[in-house]
């Protein structure tokens, strides 16, 4: 079954300061998509509004998971459904243990629990696969990890949850060589074996090289400017934005962001909606 997400003129501001100015973005199935650009001008921000962090205010557009309206579903409701956020900084959860996490993860989307012997087969495999050390089950999520160890986490959680669609917030970053080629290669066993589709943030072509993208995205203002495929992507590592700016006669906005207070049950979206 493919599965689409599809964005149409999303409008997100932070703190009345608007980022996001009318982004259109569709991703399917077996789609590896590079979105880039400088910092400070969206790409992060796109990837939470997706998921639904409440710091952020849907001002105007839709998104839909197959055809399904997820701007007024709960951050769980958005993962149960297939969708998948790897986090640019990894939070720490202390007195949960990874494995606890992720099976309480892994129910909430199964009509029935995942038996014990599935589980810990399942979560020794990935550890392994990932060169993680043999106790990460038994540790706190990300408690005394180092940054290369939160990001692997990252990964693990989605070998694990096996999404539909993942939005990878430079999630190659803090990682040395061996270990970009170690998440990469299982982003591309995902792929071939669940058709798993991605939202991937990265500054590094060498990243994109490895996971070879089929779209290729760039974010300037709010608003993807350029469109094309891998070539963009090489293009941009060789040449920076500057040719960008002169064709399209465009200059980058540091945008500062401050965080909403907002529960997480808050659905910025709906309140707009009623209030006109």
Same mark, same amino acid.
């Given at each position: 079954m493919e599965h689409v997400l599809k964005i149409k003129? #999303? &409008?997100?501001?932070v703190d009345d300061k608007k980022i996001l100015k009318g982004v259109n973005l569709t991703v399917k199935s077996n789609e590896v998509h590079a979105l880039m650009g400088p910092n400070g001008n969206g790409k992060s921000t796109l990837l $939470? +509004? %997706?998921? =639904? &962090?409440? *710091?952020? *205010?849907?001002? $105007? =557009? @839709?998104?839909?998971f197959d055809d399904v309206d997820i701007l007024c579903k709960r951050v769980d409701e958005r993962a149960k459904a297939g969708l998948f956020l790897a986090m640019q900084y990894p939070l720490t959860i202390s007195g949960v243990t990874n494995s606890d996490f992720l099976k309480a +993860? %892994?129910?909430?989307?199964?009509? @029935?629990p995942i038996s014990l012997f599935k589980f810990i087969k399942g979560i020794e495999a990935n550890i392994k696969k990932l060169h993680m050390k043999e106790d990460l089950a038994h540790r706190f999520v990300n408690d005394g990890f180092s940054g290369g160890e939160k990001k692997r986490n990252e990964i693990l959680q989605m070998m694990m949850l096996r999404p539909e669609i993942a939005m990878l917030d430079e999630i190659d970053s803090g990682l040395d060589v061996d270990a970009i080629k170690l998440v990469a290669d299982? #982003?591309?066993e995902l792929r071939s074996e669940t058709g798993l589709g991605m939202i991937v943030v990265s500054h590094y072509e060498r990243f994109f090289d490895m996971i070879k993208p089929t779209h290729a995205h760039v974010i300037v203002d709010g608003r993807i400017?350029? @469109?094309g495929d891998e @070539? #963009?992507?090489k293009r941009i590592d060789q040449d920076g934005y500057d040719w960008l700016y002169r064709e399209l006669d465009i200059k980058p906005v540091k945008i500062n962001e401050r965080p909403l207070v907002y529960s997480l049950g808050t659905c910025a979206h709906q309140r707009?909606?009623?209030n006109g």
């Open positions: 003129d #999303l &409008h997100v501001s $939470q +509004a %997706i998921m =639904g &962090h409440p *710091r952020y *205010r849907i001002d $105007q =557009g @839709e998104v839909y +993860a %892994i129910n909430a989307k199964r009509d @029935e299982a #982003l591309n400017v350029v @469109e @070539e #963009l992507v707009m909606k009623d």
